[in-house]
């Protein structure tokens, strides 16, 4: 057999590359910029457009702000976008918005004479993709209701054009240019969703809470990686976003959104965040005072599954939270018993328990998707209610989450997503529900066949349970 010997990686050299800041202005009035073909679609849609135009309200106090990295490929003068062309796209859609509805009515004439630039250098690049030209169509209406606004001032459109800066890279050699992307990239890889949240919220920390940095985020930096995955995507991203009726197949980078609350000392003081503020305020004054040293009840911030998220230090408080709970709930019929403690389980709950650790086909995928929406909504359950007729609650959970497994002969990940979303959802019910009567007297219908195998023991407990 011939082995293909693999040329090795070049690494390329600092002097090849050009690195440059430059204003968004400077980046839209470059008329070498070119879309090469080989680029994907423009895929931005409306959700990236709000973040964008988000971000640059919330950061335009600063005297500078970063919108990220810009790769070029120059060649005889053109400078082709390797890296960053949604951005890039989505800034010339602003730009173009701008002059189109504001340029006539502005009253700062540096802005009507930079507009002027614009129009006259920007780019009008050709796409040929239906994709694209959906995307650029939508999103220039979206981006036309944000600027026509009148709360888009003319400081605003300052700030976007003058004060947010890109970091640019330019190498000549196409090969080179495809190589730094690439390692850019590998680079970004590296950070898990989780990862850019524990970033975020690093940087909400109240500046007196700093010296609590260490010991708040112990647990974290203690944790694997693949326990905090399997923690946001798993379990927190799928009852967050099944509890308000939403799909929850992929947790990934564009979700983190999700877990970004508010910050209570910077955001405006709006009647919900009175509450957050409140009950943050008031268990750190009950656990720093001197009475605690004497009892030891200090008291833990009462988090919930579907609350607004407190940024910062909460965030991380939070997490550990619920690491805690998630290790008592999955796949592990002993730590279960042990927070239930004194209360222990009756009727078909005990029997469920053990069945679901220990039947045959328990580790098949479509049986772990199952699994994971009983535990799930088991977690969500005791989240509210803690263990207030935890047993019939396993019961109706057990019933409710398994006639999907016994319904289908295949469960895939798309399966599990829209039974949730389309069979009597019952995670939008305990998230309304005000009494575990609510959620316990739920009527579910029972099945007339099965298509799945090895599931005896849970067709067993069906049958007795007159839902078979």
């Not at 995955?229 to 992929?250: E, P």
Request: glycine share 4%; proline share 3%.
């Amino acid at each position: 057999m011939t082995v293909k010997r693999v040329a090795p990686v070049q690494r390329i050299r600092t002097a090849d590359v050009q690195k440059k800041i430059i204003s968004v202005r400077e980046l839209l009035a470059d008329s070498a910029l070119r879309i090469p073909p080989y680029q994907r679609p423009y895929k931005w849609t409306a959700k990236h457009i709000n973040q964008l135009f988000s971000d640059l309200t919330f950061h335009k106090d600063k005297s500078s702000y970063r919108l990220g990295t810009i790769v070029f490929h120059q060649d005889e003068g053109t400078n082709y976008i390797v890296d960053g062309q949604q951005r890039t796209i989505s800034l010339l859609l602003a730009a173009r918005a701008l002059i189109d509805l504001r340029r006539d009515e502005l009253d700062r004439t540096d802005l009507r004479d930079l507009l002027d630039e614009l129009e006259e250098a920007m780019v009008d690049p050709p796409f040929t993709s239906a994709i694209s030209q959906i995307n650029i169509r939508n999103n220039y209406l979206e981006i036309s209701r944000i600027v026509g606004r009148p709360d888009f001032t003319e400081e605003l459109i300052d700030f976007l054009f003058n004060k947010c800066k890109v970091v640019v890279f330019v190498l000549d050699d196409i090969s080179e240019a495809f190589q730094f992307f690439d390692s850019q990239n590998a680079r970004g890889r590296d950070l898990e969703p989780h990862d850019l949240l524990k970033a975020y919220h690093l940087r909400e920390f109240k500046e007196e809470d700093a010296h609590l940095k260490g010991s708040t985020v112990a647990r974290w930096e203690s944790s694997e990686t693949t326990e905090l995955a399997t923690l946001f995507a798993q379990y927190l991203y799928r009852i967050r976003n099944w509890s308000r009726g939403r799909s929850a197949r992929y947790f990934g980078k564009d979700e983190i959104g999700l877990f970004k609350g508010v910050n209570i000392d910077t955001v405006a003081r709006y009647p919900y965040v009175e509450q957050l503020r409140i009950t943050h305020h008031f268990i750190d004054h009950y656990n720093q005072q001197y009475e605690r040293r004497i009892d030891g009840s200090e008291r833990e911030f009462p988090f919930h599954l579907d609350q607004i998220i407190i940024n910062g230090r909460r965030f991380f408080e939070m997490t550990s939270h619920y690491q805690e709970k998630v290790s008592k709930v999955s796949r592990s019929t002993e730590r279960l018993r042990k927070w239930l403690g004194s209360r222990p389980l009756d009727g078909f709950a005990p029997r469920i328990i053990e069945t679901i650790d220990t039947y045959p086909g328990r580790h098949r995928t479509g049986d772990l998707y199952v699994r994971t929406i009983f535990d799930c909504l088991l977690l969500y359950y005791l989240d509210k209610f803690s263990c207030v007729e935890v047993s019939r609650a396993i019961e109706k959970i057990f019933v409710w989450a398994y006639s999907l497994r016994l319904k289908m002969q295949v469960v895939q990940l798309a399966s599990m997503d829209n039974y949730v979303l389309e069979q009597n959802n019952l995670f939008a019910l305990i998230r309304e529900a005000t009494l575990p009567g609510e959620f316990i007297n739920v009527s579910l219908p029972a099945l007339s066949e099965t298509n799945s195998s090895k599931t005896h023991e849970i067709e067993a407990i069906f049958k007795e349970m007159r839902y078979l």
